[in-house]
C-alpha cells in the first residue's frame, strides 16, 4: 500500500489521537481532577491545575482547569483508559493517527496538539455504541452535566 497516498481504512473503534472537548459554548470541559493521569496504565499524562479567574467562564466550564496537559505518546498503548475515567466527558480518544517524527520530545503532546479548536470540533461519537449515546444524551445525569 502506497502510505500516505492511500491509507488503510480502519475499525470503527480504532482508538488513535486523543482530543480534549470543549462544550456547546466553547469552554473547556477539562477540569483537572486528575482521574485519567490516575487511570493511565503508562503513566503517560501530567496535568498542572489552576484556578479559573472572574471574566474566564467562556474559556473553562469549571472552576479548576487544566493549565497544562500533556500526553506522552511514546508511554501512550491507546487503552482507552482515560476516556473510561472521565468524569468530564472531557477526553477522548478519536480515529486519527498519530503523526510521526523524528525527535522523542515531539510526542509530548500538550494542549495545543491535545484540545480541539472551537470553530473545528472533533465528532467523537463514531466510536460510541447507540447505547453509550443514549446514555449520554440523558441530561438530568450528574455525569452528562
Ligand atoms: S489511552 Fe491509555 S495509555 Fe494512553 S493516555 Fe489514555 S489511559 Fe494512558
Ligand atoms: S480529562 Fe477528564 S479525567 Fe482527565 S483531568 Fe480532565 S476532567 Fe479529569
Known sequence: MRYPEKQREISQVWRGHHVLKRDD??????????????????????????????????????????????????????????EEACPKEAIFLTDRLVSTDYGRNEFIFGKDKLVEKVDERIDVTVRQTEQVLAFKQQKKLSHNK
Request: charged letters at 30%; proline letters at 2%.
Open 25 to 82: 459554548k466553547g469552554a473547556e470541559r477539562c477540569t483537572a481532577c486528575g482521574l485519567c493521569a490516575v487511570a493511565c496504565p503508562a503513566e503517560a499524562i501530567t496535568m498542572v491545575a489552576a484556578e479559573r479567574k472572574k471574566g474566564e467562564e467562556n474559556l473553562y466550564r469549571e472552576e479548576k482547569y487544566a493549565a497544562t496537559y500533556e500526553i506522552n505518546m511514546l508511554r501512550c498503548i491507546f487503552c482507552g483508559l482515560c
